[in-house]
């Protein structure tokens, strides 16, 4: 089993659209989590990070499930510049964990 | 602005002639990593220092290896390149919080991208 597995889609949904991303982690001992975007043939950047308590930025809103080993990120009203590819991330005392990433297109 | 600075952003070098890819950052950071990254995949963590102190993942090559000389540079050689090894190498650095504050976002520089020939 990975350590960090989501589906790599690809999401194609149109403009305005509301989306969803999971990811499981398979490390319980696990203490942050984050979500990063990347453009292609670009670096990641941080996206938000993940608290137990949920947070939310703006349209994207991202939950932590620890019980259940769990990161969701939700994107609403999808724009054209969402395209991209959203890894989820996985920290265990300094050793990061990449999920392999889920591929969304937004489309007019 | 704070940074993370690779050097070069494209690396071409033939096969089995050793290369060295940097590394600095302005962050005063105290933890580094280098990522592989191939095409479509996840990047994958090579190893990182926890200031002077070196971590290898068990499943990177002996032919991949790391120095840093001091807290802002941070260097990967590759000794023996492989068409393999043909990839976007990553650095990042984060910083350690206080102990349940929370934090370790890691921030990532533009990476070189490697050609073995």
């Known amino acids: 089993r990975k350590e960090v597995e989501q589906d790599p889609g690809p999401f194609n949904v149109p403009e305005g659209a509301t989306v969803a991303f999971n990811c499981t982690y398979s490390?319980?001992?696990?203490?942050?989590f984050f979500w990063y975007r990347q453009d292609c043939r670009k670096e990641p950047k941080l996206l938000m990070s993940v608290y137990s308590s949920g947070n939310e930025d703006g349209r994207f809103t991202a939950q932590l499930n620890r019980a259940s080993q769990y990161i969701s990120l939700l994107i609403r009203d999808s724009k054209l510049s969402d395209s991209a590819t959203y890894l989820c991330v996985v920290n265990n005392n300094n050793d990061m964990r990449f999920g392999a990433g889920t591929r969304l297109t937004v489309k007019p | 602005d704070a940074m993370v600075i690779q050097n070069p952003r494209y690396q071409v070098t033939q096969f089995g002639k050793p290369v060295t890819l940097s590394c600095s950052q302005t962050?005063?950071?105290?933890?580094m990593y280098w990522y592989q990254q191939k095409s479509s995949q996840a990047p994958k963590l090579l190893f990182h220092?926890?200031?002077?102190?070196?971590?290898n993942e068990a499943d990177t090559p002996d032919n991949f290896q790391s120095r840093r000389p001091n807290t802002s540079f941070c260097f990967l050689d590759i000794r023996s390149p492989g068409l393999g090894d043909a990839a976007m190498y990553l650095c990042?650095?984060?910083?350690?919080?206080?102990?349940?504050?929370?934090?370790?976002?890691?921030?990532f520089g533009p990476g070189t991208r490697l050609t073995v020939l």
């Open positions: 220092y926890y200031d002077k102190d070196f971590n």
């Open positions: 490390n319980s001992a696990s203490q942050s």
């Open positions: 962050l005063n950071h105290n933890v």
């Open positions: 990042a650095t984060s910083r350690v919080p206080p102990a349940g504050t929370g934090g370790n976002e890691q921030f």
